[in-house]
């Protein structure tokens, strides 16, 4: 069992702390320099290059993935946690801003679901990496989605939830316990300050974030936490093609390689930012060279000014 939080559910919160069991710890800011690569740099293209790194035609992969679990189909001690964490989430959320959902029935399909939808591109990007310290980190973790989620059906595997908010940490420390889960690490700090910290920086096997933002903005949070080999894992609408020609010359800059750039859709009800459409896909970046030391940026200039 997890150690509890002191009784008032207060976490000191200082440049940047990591919490595990409750126990809060100063955030370093060192990073390691490194420098090899598989990938061209965009400072060593020809201009124009991002015209032809991807053709401009539709990216999404014609792959079949087996059918990915849903509440229904996981196992009976799988969904004694889920459920223990639904009862826990519509409690606490009747206090604090975790969720705007409050019915069960829609937590099970927009939350639980659709976390499980990611499982498995998750799986097949776990086998092509380095299987012997299989580590997740879930970026902007919010109210521990799809954290939790891939902690229960995986228990294999080290899933670390970072959040920049001390109520969402506190949150999924109580949430960890009440699973039972002993394969989670939180982490209370900003993506910024936590991809500068040693032991964060480049140190996972595959990182997402569910967060609704560009990826050029997340590629600069998400893509210095995965260690060279590993990949970077987007959940996005049905139609990202734009988006990623955008975000083509910030996944380049910050180590990742367009060239293995995958585009597969999900089965999920869910798109990120847009409730009335239920098709998905996730963008996969494979890391192949280390990120260089002045990213990520300060907190906050990868939003305001995204590469």
Wanted: aromatic content about 4%; charged content about 25%.
């Amino acid at each position: 069992m997890r150690s509890k939080i002191n009784s008032n559910n207060n976490l000191t919160h200082g440049q940047g702390s990591r919490m595990y069991g409750g126990v809060v710890r100063r955030i370093g800011m060192t990073c390691s320099k490194s420098a090899s690569s598989c990938c061209s740099h965009p400072s060593s293209l020809p201009l124009g290059w991002m015209n032809h790194a991807i053709p401009r035609r539709r990216l999404v992969s014609s792959k079949r993935h087996a059918h990915p679990p849903t509440y229904e189909t996981l196992t009976a001690l799988e969904r004694n946690k889920i459920d223990g964490y639904l009862d826990l989430l519509l409690d606490w959320n009747t206090r604090m801003n975790l969720t705007g959902i409050t019915e069960r029935g829609e937590a099970i399909e927009r939350h639980i679901n659709d976390s499980l939808s990611l499982l498995p591109s998750l799986d097949e990007c776990m086998q092509n990496t380095d299987t012997q310290d299989p580590r997740v980190l879930d970026v902007g973790s919010g109210a521990g989605l799809p954290g939790l989620v891939i902690a229960t059906v995986r228990p294999e595997w080290k899933v670390t939830l970072l959040d920049s908010l001390n109520k969402r940490c506190t949150f999924n420390t109580a949430a960890a316990d009440a699973m039972g889960l002993d394969n989670i690490d939180i982490v209370w700090s900003r993506a910024e300050d936590a991809g500068r910290d040693p032991q964060h920086r480049e140190a996972y096997s595959i990182v997402t974030a569910r967060a609704v933002a560009e990826l050029r903005v997340l590629g600069e949070l998400c893509l210095p936490f995965v260690r060279v080999g590993g990949y970077w894992i987007a959940p996005k609408g049905a139609s990202p093609d734009k988006e990623i020609q955008d975000a083509l010359a910030a996944i380049e800059t910050l180590g990742g390689c367009v060239e293995s750039l995958d585009v597969q859709r999900v089965e999920s009800s869910v798109t990120p930012g847009d409730s009335s459409q239920t098709k998905r896909t996730v963008v996969i970046v494979k890391k192949t060279e280390k990120t260089l030391d002045k990213y990520p940026r300060k907190p906050g200039v990868p939003k305001k000014k995204p590469l």
